[in-house]
């Protein structure tokens, strides 16, 4: 079955500077990756996605790239800010006979400081 | 715009007890993914249902059961509790079956 690592587990950063959180998944058939934020005691909220036939996708300050060759793809914050500061978890689709599933990364603890 | 509810929002058990945990999609969804969040870890598939049948199933026990009802709205039972199955339990609604929006989740102690 399909199977996602994430990288790193923690990062810690400056308000303003870049993140870049990174996912690897091993079942070449999955088609779609969504992005979690979860902050403490509250559910994971989607920030973004993007499907297979899509190689990046931007909304404000957050973008993911998809390479479907070496099966990786990457969530992009810019200009962090300290409400930035969450877990954020990778998510890939395993297809499987007339559903598709998410299988979750094992999460990044960003923290952003002020 | 209400979004995916779940009841109730905490609840303590003991061991051997059963569970019935409910949840409530976003209006127009059909499709129903129940999962289960161990403190520290990912959100792990339980099941997913659309319209009203089972479509899926992660590799839970037999103890852990679900159904979906004329309105959408979902139970997941869980039999012969364990500490184990102390969590978080996180439903999700989708349309068709990728882009899901979780509920608030459950949080189930059991003692």
């Given amino acids: 079955g399909e199977n996602v690592e994430q990288h790193p587990s923690t990062l810690s950063v400056q308000e303003g500077d870049s993140a870049v959180i990174k996912c690897t998944y091993s079942d070449s058939a999955s088609n779609y990756f969504p992005w979690y934020k979860q902050e403490l005691g509250k559910r994971p909220q989607l920030i973004i996605d993007i499907r297979s036939n899509v190689g990046e996708k931007k909304d404000q300050r957050i973008a993911v790239t998809l390479n479907k060759t070496a099966k990786h793809f990457s969530l992009h914050i810019t200009e962090t800010q300290p409400e930035d500061s969450a877990v954020y978890f990778c998510a890939a689709t395993s297809p499987g006979t007339g559903f598709q599933k998410l299988v979750f990364g094992t999460g990044t603890r960003l923290l952003v400081s002020p | ?111």
């Fill in chain 2, 1 to 111: 715009d209400a979004g995916v509810t779940q009841s109730p929002t905490h609840l303590i058990k003991t061991r051997g007890q059963h569970v019935t945990l409910r949840c409530s999609p976003i209006s127009g969804h059909k499709s129903v993914s129940w999962y289960q969040q161990v403190l520290g870890q990912g959100p792990q598939f339980i099941f997913q249902y659309y319209e009203k049948e089972e479509r899926g199933r992660g590799n839970f026990p037999d103890r852990f059961s679900a159904r979906q009802f004329p309105n959408y709205s979902s139970e997941l039972n869980v039999n012969a509790l364990l500490l184990g199955d102390s969590a978080l339990y996180l439903c999700a609604s989708s349309v068709l079956a990728d882009t899901q929006y979780f509920g608030p989740g459950t949080r189930l102690t059991v003692l």
